[in-house]
């Protein structure tokens, strides 16, 4: 006997996901999903983000293999801050953010960050219900990444330059990167971001205003592809 | 790695499906992926046999069908074939590409041999 199934492999994560949108959209809360490769500078990114935003009040879910060491530096910072050891996995699954949510108090809170795990391929494949996909690429790990790692910057709503800083010091090739980029899409725009200096500081806090203005929290923008 | 993640979800399904329709053995299993999907044939096979280890569809013939990858640009409406690197237009050369296929990870269908059993509930 042949049974034809025709289902999504990742629809239960997609149903959770789904579940998880659902309640940003009614808690009115900006869910944005940060991903990149480990030491780019996530939790830096939001240790001088979250104090920028005030006063409105942001939540994080912080995922790592082990360690508590993310949370404990987001702490002072964030309204509140689950940490996630994923032991082995290398990515965050969506039933660990609905798990999370109990925790956090999303109704009060205008900005969710979920740090993800450090890895530029696996959470790409994973839908959290964010509703934004922040990529940082750090200029030390060098001109050639958005070539060698693609896929992540194809879905990336926005590609955060961090360390920019060191732009001159590396002879980092920015046009290059650039258009490896627009090769991959031409809409998403790229942030030379120093948390040391402060470049790119007012545009990227600017950016994450306008798109909860532009109420991406009310809308559902992860679109599968139709199946068959 | 997330093969092995992907791996845990389709065969969670599978003994659902076993469950429903009173399989014990499932035979076949045709999984549909898209070739821009980073998922690696080889990789995946390797973890559905870790994964489906100790299930009905232990045994099963595990095949994987690649889709290929299909987008219309969404300024001149040309039809394409992007690569993982590159979904710039060929025609106006502007990568804003409306995927129509090649994402794909799809449980397409499963084959059993012998007759259903009473379905477990």
Do not use: K, Y
């Given at each position: 006997m042949k049974v034809n199934v025709v289902r999504n492999v990742l629809q239960a994560n997609d149903l959770v996901a789904g579940e998880c949108r659902n309640q940003f959209r009614d808690a009115d809360t900006l869910a944005v999903n940060l991903i990149s490769a480990?030491?780019?500078g996530k939790t830096t990114l939001l240790e001088k983000t979250l104090p920028a935003l005030s006063p409105a009040e942001s939540i994080v879910i912080v995922g790592d293999l082990e360690t508590t060491r993310d949370a404990d530096r987001l702490e002072p910072v964030a309204h509140e801050v689950v940490q996630i050891n994923?032991?082995?996995?290398?990515h965050l699954y969506a039933n660990q953010i609905a798990q999370s949510l109990g925790e956090l108090p999303l109704d009060a809170s205008e900005f969710l960050f979920i740090e993800n795990?450090?890895?530029?391929?696996?959470?790409?494949?994973?839908?959290?219900?964010?509703?934004l996909k922040v990529i940082l690429y750090s200029v030390?790990?060098?001109?050639d990444k958005v070539a060698k790692y693609p896929t992540i910057f194809r879905v990336a709503d926005l590609v955060l330059l961090t360390k920019a800083d060191l732009l001159d010091a590396l002879d980092f090739d920015l046009e290059h990167v650039r258009q490896d980029i627009a090769r991959l899409n031409a809409n998403v725009p790229v942030l030379e971001f120093s948390a040391k200096t402060g470049q790119g500081m007012d545009e990227w806090l600017a950016w994450l205003h306008a798109r909860r203005e532009e109420g991406?929290?009310?809308?559902?923008?992860?679109v599968t592809e139709p199946l068959g | 790695m997330h093969e092995f993640s992907i791996a845990d979800s389709l065969v969670e399904q599978l003994r659902d499906i076993a469950a429903e329709h009173g399989l014990?053995?499932?035979d076949r299993v045709e999984l549909e992926i898209g070739e821009?999907?980073?998922?690696i044939p080889d990789i995946m096979q390797l973890a559905f046999r870790e994964t489906a280890?100790?299930?009905?569809?232990?045994d099963a013939e595990f095949v994987i069908e690649e889709i290929e990858a299909r987008a219309e640009c969404r300024r001149c409406q040309t039809a394409f074939r992007p690569t993982t690197w590159d979904y710039s237009?060929?025609?106006?050369?502007?990568?804003d590409a409306q995927m129509l296929a090649g994402n794909a990870l799809i449980l397409k269908s499963i084959e059993a041999n012998q007759t259903p059993q009473a379905a477990i509930a």
């Open positions: 480990p030491g780019s994923t032991g082995l996995s290398c795990v450090g890895n530029m391929v696996c959470p790409g494949e994973f839908d959290l219900g964010e509703n030390p790990e060098g001109d991406l929290a009310q809308e559902a923008r992860f | 014990p053995v499932i821009l999907r980073q998922v280890r100790g299930t009905p569809a232990e237009c060929p025609d106006c050369g502007v990568a």
